[in-house]
């Protein structure tokens, strides 16, 4: 493959590397790989009519603006080294590498190359792309730029923002948690065992951590507005201190979730990975935990939990979901949102049960929530 280092940059205030290069649309589209869209989950093709005439555009040989990559944060270290010794032999070696990059603004017009490259028309003799190449291995400095930086440079929604983040950190979640599997959510797969959850659940349970409400999909657009700006209004350490905080929270996630699994069957060993139950828990998680010392309540309680998990026996209810369901079941269709009410009911017991340091049962937080 071909591919043309043109320079260098550096993002001062960050120290992040930028590579710029220029490669073929053929090589491009062979180091992308055909999964290039597998994660973005909730990303739907778009058929804008400017996106057919773009189309008509390449095959004419335009020039696109330049498409701007990742560098996963694994490869960031073998690539560092080259760039300080301005060795572009060595980073064109690297950059040709295929699975090595994600994309972070370009994936519609990658969309349409790809189409493309899969019919029986042709790019035209020479036609390349212009790439960067972002290398950011730092927690902090990659959640600021995608959520805080992007939003600034592009419309883009607060969700948007957070599946480009777990996109590109998917890899190193899965390295840091034991036995966590996170996968792309479709027909010909599903979750068949404990630590196993869909990208797209994990984007929303951070996005609840960070708003501290289960409520992502809000019709209010002026209430979607306020909260994304009090998101973006933190600071580099403060969104990187809740990411580890929330990485740290999914760890005990997963434990419990693995416990959870062996003791409840009939559907309910996947309670866990229930959309309305891990939003509600991570964002009682950061509701409750705003207050001083509320962090070590939050410990004791989850340790409780798993503690009552692992002495529990297959067939045993310790989450209480008898009553829970008893609970939801008892819900008027006519009068009452179901899906706002079970959010309601989970988010209001689990802070009660943080609340409690796990002295009292999630059945009795039910219950009383539920009053």
Known sequence: MDINILGISQDLRTNTPVIYAQMPVTDYLNIIGDDFGDFFIQRKRENH?????LKNDILAGTVLPSITLAVKPDYVDQLIPHVENNNFEALKNELNKVGIVNILDGLQRTYILNDIKNSDKEFKSGQKLTLEFW???????LIYRIIVLNSGQKPMS???????????????????IDGLEIYAERDTERRNKARKFPLERLVTAYQSFLSKSPEIKRDNIVANKLIDNDILDSNEDELGDSFILFERYLKMYTDL??????????GRSNWLADENVINSFFSALSDFGRGNGRTERINVSLDSLLTTLKRAEKGDDPLGLEVFNELKG???????????????????????FFREEGELSLEDCWLMEAR
């Open 158 to 176: 607060m969700r948007h923002q957070v599946e480009l983040l777990f996109l590109t950190l998917k890899e190193k979640l899965e390295k840091s």
């Open 257 to 266: 979730d693995f416990e959870a699994h062996r003791i409840y069957s009939n």
């Open 330 to 352: 008892g819900l008027n269709p006519k009068t009452d949102n179901i899906g706002y009410a079970t959010r309601k009911l989970l988010h209001s017991g689990f802070k009660e």
């Open 135 to 141: 290398l950011e291995k730092d927690i902090k400095h």
């Open 49 to 53: 009519k400017a996106y057919k005439r």
